[in-house]
């Protein structure tokens, strides 16, 4: 058996339980102790005397049950024979219903045969004066001695008039009251969490459908709870026209809930896109309606209808879907068929064409439960399903997530080989550059050591050499050493790359390091030395100073305008640091370049140098615990100072940093 079939066999034995429930609970009308009389319906009784009279005149006609519906000249006048054994027994109540009713008075005949007033109550009654706090015109029978075993019930009627009576003891009236506060609050309480979930949802899903099936749940529980006196409890005192304005305004919001409900549900736009209006326009129509009957004193007839074309039309509908196999009709096609055949009876006892039973009076509040029971249901069928698809949809996207992770793990390892690769080809090509290098220098050293060997030899010659020969030989002994420094140091600089530089620094007279350092450059330079008068010693590195030094004059020699080229170079001391300043008359740092001049490799203009000059002099100073600063200089120019600190007593042989920093 399918999960679709053993649900629909549940609802079947469900509604067969309630059947059966009903059945039994009903008490036998053949079994029935006491006796239902009626005035006729044509007759006006006026007054309790009238009634009276009439009932000993024997003009009271005998009814069949415990209920009397049916269209009425007047008040319908009702009365009621009680065994005696009803009649003597202390406590024994007499019940009217429904709670809904204007007035019921209840008078004692006595033995002299007048009527003896012994309460009343309804809804045009305060509450206060009810002869006991129930939900609707209930009685307690305590007879006297010249009282008669017969009671006269009056029920304020218009037109029409419907009234159930129950006669009971104490013991069996309580018991009846618990049966029902059970019955209705498990109604009750299946519609309010209904409608809590389907709130719920409509909140998570943002869809109408479920505003809905929340109004079904809403309204269908108001209008139980009010037709049975659970509200009417709660409200205060006003005219009983406010109380059918709100009760027909209950039943018009119900009556369009559940067809809106049903038309959307079951897809009656399907069968005829007109249909569903035809459903709406009808049940919009019963509120106007019934206010209008109340308003106008008429008979609620137009509104029973509207309510009999809307079962037709929702029974057709319901029918004709479930035969086209639309999937909702076909899942909850009989539900909805027992929710609008169990309308009919219940519109028919109002006007009179079938009486009114238990059944027939609460069928059709059964199947509202079964509706409301089938919609939570439902709602639980939806929870689930898009549990399962979050699962399905939380466990393919986790699949996707690993795949991507793997494909990207995947690319991560292809683009570090691929890096690795690239990496070990620069260090090849680097490799290469620092090995023609090292070989340029190497071969720039030996000719250039060769001609300055063969200069310094001829200074051994005896015969005197003309002095405009001298001073070129000495220009050529100048540039040969500044040829083998420059290949020195390239030689350096390759060592340099190859490892962390170590200052290792020796107390210096920096006046006269600096003189030798400017005995580099051949003369007729436009070079100028500006020292102190004292001396200035200090413990710096001499060779990285000096390649720091002439890095800045190089500098300078190359920025400043040919032929009109002013380079000074100043050395300066106070107490606690000294510092070199090289300035030019070229055209300067721009402001947006100072901060990044000293970086590796940054040049200004396009030139064949690679931008290591003044980085390498910032690393010499920051080697030393100094630095290296660049500003303008007047009128214009770049001037670069290089602040070192004046420690003689300073260990600084410890200080390496590599030059690729």
Same mark, same amino acid.
């Given at each position: *058996?399918?999960?679709?079939?053993?649900?629909?066999?549940?609802?079947?034995?469900?509604?067969?339980?309630?059947?059966?429930?009903?059945?039994?609970?009903?008490?036998?009308?053949?079994?029935?102790?006491?006796?239902?009389?009626?005035? +006729?319906?044509?007759?006006?009784?006026?007054?309790?005397?009238?009634?009276?009279?009439?009932?000993?005149?024997?003009?009271?006609?005998?009814?069949?049950?415990? =209920?009397?519906?049916?269209?009425?000249?007047?008040?319908?006048?009702?009365?009621?024979?009680?065994?005696?054994?009803?009649?003597?027994?202390?406590?024994?109540?007499?019940?009217?219903? +429904?709670?809904? &009713?204007?007035?019921?008075?209840?008078?004692?005949?006595?033995?002299?045969?007048?009527? &003896?007033?012994?309460?009343?109550?309804?809804?045009?009654?305060?509450?206060?004066?009810?002869?006991?706090?129930?939900?609707?015109?209930?009685?307690?029978?305590?007879?006297?001695?010249?009282?008669?075993?017969?009671?006269?019930?009056?029920?304020?009627?218009?037109?029409?008039?419907?009234?159930?009576?129950?006669?009971?003891?104490?013991?069996?009236?309580?018991?009846?009251?618990?049966?029902?506060?059970? !019955?209705?609050?498990?109604?009750?309480?299946?519609?309010?969490?209904?409608?809590?979930?389907?709130?719920?949802?409509?909140?998570?899903?943002?869809?109408?459908?479920?505003?809905?099936?929340?109004?079904?749940?809403?309204? =269908?529980?108001?209008?139980?709870?009010?037709?049975?006196?659970?509200?009417?409890?709660?409200?205060?005192? *006003?005219?009983?026209?406010?109380?059918?304005?709100?009760?027909?305004?209950?039943?018009?919001?119900?009556?369009?809930?559940?067809?809106?409900?049903?038309?959307?549900?079951?897809?009656?736009?399907?069968?005829?896109?007109?249909?569903?209006?035809?459903?709406?326009?009808?049940?919009?129509?019963?509120?106007? !309606?019934?206010?209008?009957?109340?308003?106008?004193?008429?008979?609620?007839?137009?509104?029973?209808?509207?309510?009999?074309? !809307?079962?037709?039309?929702?029974?057709?509908?319901?029918?004709?879907?479930?035969?086209?196999?639309?999937?909702?009709?076909?899942?909850?096609?009989?539900?909805?068929?027992?929710?609008?055949?169990?309308?009919?009876?219940?519109?028919?006892?109002?006007?009179?064409?079938?009486?009114?039973?238990?059944?027939?009076?609460?069928?059709?509040?059964?199947?509202?439960?079964?509706?409301?029971?089938?919609?939570?249901?439902?709602?639980?069928?939806?929870?689930?399903?898009?549990?399962?698809?979050?699962?399905?949809?939380?466990?393919?996207?986790?699949?996707?997530? #690993?795949?991507?992770?793997?494909?990207?793990?995947?690319?991560?390892?292809?683009?570090?080989?691929?890096?690795?690769?690239?990496?070990?080809?620069?260090?090849?090509?680097?490799?290469?550059?620092?090995?023609?290098?090292?070989?340029?220098?190497?071969?720039?050293?030996?000719?250039?050591?060769?001609?300055?060997?063969?200069?310094?030899?001829?200074?051994?010659?005896?015969?005197?050499? +003309?002095?405009?020969?001298?001073?070129?030989?000495?220009?050529?002994?100048?540039?040969?050493?500044?040829?083998?420094?420059?290949?020195?140091?390239?030689?350096?600089?390759?060592?340099?790359?190859?490892?962390?530089?170590?200052?290792?620094?020796?107390?210096?007279?920096?006046?006269?390091?600096?003189?030798?350092?400017?005995?580099?450059?051949?003369?007729?330079?436009?070079?100028?030395?500006?020292?102190? =008068?004292?001396?200035?010693?200090?413990?710096?590195?001499?060779?990285?100073?000096?390649?720091?030094?002439?890095?800045?004059?190089?500098?300078? &020699?190359?920025?400043?305008?040919?032929?009109?080229?002013?380079?000074?170079?100043?050395?300066?001391?106070?107490?606690?640091?000294?510092?070199?300043?090289?300035?030019?008359?070229?055209?300067?740092?721009?402001?947006?370049?100072?901060?990044?001049?000293?970086?590796?490799?940054?040049?200004?203009?396009?030139?064949?140098?690679?931008?290591?000059?003044?980085?390498?002099? #910032?690393?010499?100073?920051?080697?030393?615990?100094?630095?290296?600063?660049?500003?303008?200089?007047?009128?214009?120019?770049?001037?670069?100072?290089?602040?070192?600190? !004046?420690?003689?007593?300073?260990?600084?042989?410890?200080?390496?940093? =590599?030059?690729?920093?």
């Amino acid at each position: *058996m399918t999960r679709q079939r053993k649900v629909w066999w549940a609802i079947v034995m469900a509604i067969a339980l309630a059947a059966a429930w009903l059945a039994a609970s009903v008490t036998s009308e053949a079994d029935q102790a006491w006796t239902l009389k009626a005035a +006729p319906p044509h007759l006006v009784v006026e007054t309790p005397q009238q009634a009276a009279a009439l009932y000993q005149a024997g003009g009271f006609q005998a009814i069949t049950g415990d =209920s009397v519906n049916r269209y009425q000249a007047g008040d319908l006048w009702l009365a009621v024979e009680l065994p005696a054994s009803v009649a003597q027994s202390p406590g024994s109540v007499l019940s009217v219903r +429904p709670a809904t &009713l204007k007035r019921v008075e209840l008078y004692r005949l006595t033995q002299s045969g007048h009527a &003896l007033l012994l309460g009343a109550a309804g809804l045009d009654v305060p509450r206060t004066q009810w002869p006991m706090v129930a939900r609707g015109p209930t009685f307690v029978l305590d007879k006297q001695a010249q009282d008669s075993a017969t009671v006269l019930v009056k029920v304020s009627a218009r037109q029409f008039a419907l009234a159930m009576v129950e006669v009971e003891t104490a013991a069996q009236h309580h018991l009846a009251v618990e049966h029902e506060v059970f !019955l209705l609050g498990g109604v009750l309480s299946l519609a309010v969490v209904t409608l809590v979930a389907s709130l719920l949802a409509w909140r998570v899903a943002a869809d109408s459908e479920f505003l809905l099936w929340a109004g079904q749940a809403f309204s =269908s529980m108001c209008y139980i709870a009010y037709s049975h006196g659970l509200i009417v409890a709660y409200l205060p005192a *006003m005219p009983y026209k406010v109380h059918a304005y709100v009760f027909w305004a209950t039943v018009s919001v119900m009556i369009w809930t559940i067809s809106a409900f049903g038309a959307r549900a079951l897809d009656f736009k399907a069968l005829h896109p007109q249909l569903p209006r035809v459903i709406h326009a009808l049940a919009l129509s019963a509120a106007p !309606l019934a206010f209008l009957s109340v308003w106008q004193g008429w008979d609620t007839a137009m509104v029973r209808l509207t309510q009999a074309g !809307l079962i037709v039309l929702f029974t057709v509908g319901v029918l004709w879907q479930i035969w086209r196999g639309q999937q909702m009709a076909r899942r909850y096609g009989v539900v909805a068929l027992l929710l609008a055949l169990s309308g009919i009876p219940f519109v028919l006892l109002q006007v009179g064409m079938v009486p009114v039973t238990h059944l027939t009076w609460n069928a059709w509040q059964y199947a509202l439960a079964a509706c409301d029971l089938i919609l939570l249901r439902e709602l639980i069928g939806r929870f689930l399903q898009q549990r399962r698809e979050a699962l399905n949809e939380q466990i393919h996207l986790q699949s996707l997530l #690993r795949d991507e992770k793997a494909q990207l793990e995947q690319r991560v390892v292809e683009r570090t080989a691929a890096l690795v690769q690239a990496n070990e080809e620069l260090e090849r090509a680097e490799l290469q550059q620092r090995e023609l290098l090292s070989m340029a220098s190497h071969e720039f050293r030996s000719p250039a050591a060769a001609i300055q060997t063969t200069l310094e030899a001829l200074e051994y010659l005896r015969e005197p050499i +003309p002095s405009v020969m001298q001073d070129r030989l000495d220009h050529l002994q100048a540039a040969a050493r500044r040829l083998t420094f420059l290949a020195n140091r390239l030689i350096e600089h390759d060592r340099w790359r190859e490892r962390s530089l170590q200052v290792h620094v020796e107390r210096l007279d920096l006046r006269a390091w600096l003189i030798d350092v400017l005995g580099d450059y051949p003369d007729g330079l436009p070079l100028s030395l500006d020292l102190p =008068s004292e001396p200035v010693w200090a413990r710096v590195d001499p060779v990285l100073m000096r390649i720091a030094c002439q890095n800045l004059i190089d500098n300078a &020699l190359n920025q400043a305008p040919k032929g009109q080229a002013q380079v000074r170079v100043q050395l300066r001391a106070d107490s606690a640091r000294y510092w070199v300043r090289v300035s030019d008359n070229g055209p300067g740092v721009p402001d947006e370049f100072k901060l990044r001049v000293f970086d590796r490799f940054f040049s200004q203009k396009a030139s064949l140098r690679n931008g290591l000059g003044l980085s390498i002099v #910032r690393t010499v100073a920051q080697l030393h615990g100094g630095d290296v600063q660049v500003t303008d200089a007047q009128p214009h120019g770049a001037c670069f100072t290089i602040t070192l600190p !004046l420690k003689e007593g300073e260990d600084q042989s410890t200080n390496t940093m =590599s030059l690729t920093q």
